[in-house]
């Protein structure tokens, strides 16, 4: 049993890191943007063309990952994302479900349609034992590198003076603006960071999720999932989300296979009928 929930802290942790990017432009720049996974699949066949065709090792394709989504979410920002602020949310969901297609139809175009494999390091394969706990190494790498980074983000959001400009700007861009503060550069450093995290995400999960180019639909919904249930006052809300549906998705699919899809759905219904709002609603702000 703690095998399993160990395994299923590492898959929400995942979970968290793929979803906080949309947690962000979601819950603080209020724009719904469902092409959020389109940034996690770059990531991941970033990590698998520089591992396969130019031999770069995994943990230094980890970081080109990040800059290659942040890079493009930084260009989609700036070209296609920008006019759509201050859209209606069904402009933005149209705009970003055309999106998914576009990338999932480019990628199959670019890469081909076959699943993708990644070749972890030796030394993040196997596993060990620790008290009749059974503990996967890379999902042990997972849960460190991803704790790492779910700290820094709230440290950065809570605590640093790029934090307090974002919440300025969300809560009303006028005032921020009055008061000297550049709100479209703040939202176009948001966007390009949680794009950073996504494709992060992406290229870190590949392993375990498996990499092809219909990624962002198959994914799109936990991602959805993990911001709805987690609310999106801050990003509290959807790291513990993330953990409970991992720690739930994981366990059902092994106690009861037969309706282990439906968990984290069931889970989901369940919550939102008693907080329609998530676990930590944000009040409206504009």
């Known amino acids: 049993m703690l095998t399993i929930l160990f395994d299923g802290i590492a898959y929400g942790m995942l979970l968290f890191v793929l979803a906080c990017g949309l947690a962000v432009t979601l819950g603080l720049m209020n724009f719904v943007n469902l092409a959020h996974g389109a940034f996690a ?11 396969q065709r130019a031999g770069l090792p995994f943990l230094l394709a980890l970081p080109a990952a990040f800059v290659v989504a942040a890079a493009v979410g930084a260009v989609a920002e700036r070209t296609l994302y920008r006019p759509l602020y201050r859209r209606s949310h069904l402009d933005q969901v149209l705009f970003s479900i055309g ?7 480019a990628m ?62 969300v809560d ?29 995400g992406g ?47 994981v366990a059902g699919k092994y106690y009861v296979p037969q309706a282990g899809a439906f968990i984290i759905y069931s889970i989901m219904i369940a919550i939102l009928m008693v907080r329609p709002n998530g676990l930590f609603a944000r009040g409206i702000t504009r």
């Open 203 to 249: 290229a870190l999960g590949a392993e375990i999720l498996g990499l092809d180019p219909t990624f962002p639909l198959k994914f799109m919904l936990y991602f959805l999932i993990v911001v709805t249930v987690g609310g999106t006052s801050s990003m509290t809300g959807p790291f513990l989300a993330a953990l409970m549906l991992g720690i739930a998705d």
């Open 99 to 105: 999106l998914v297609f576009m990338s999932v139809a």
């Open 108 to 169: 199959d175009y670019l890469m081909g349609s076959q699943q993708q494999n990644i070749r972890l390091p030796a030394f993040l394969t196997g596993r060990f034992e620790i008290g009749g706990v059974g503990i996967g190494i890379y999902r042990l790498f997972l849960i460190a590198v991803c704790g790492c980074l779910t700290i820094a983000l709230q440290f950065v959001l809570a605590k640093t003076r790029f934090g307090a400009r974002l919440r300025a700007a």
């Open 41 to 51: 699949m770059v990531g991941g066949y970033t990590v698998v063309v520089l591992m």
């Open 172 to 200: 009303d861009q006028r005032v921020a603006r009055g008061m000297g503060i550049d709100v479209n550069r703040i939202f176009a450093l948001t966007f390009a960071f949680g794009s950073g995290l996504a494709g992060l």
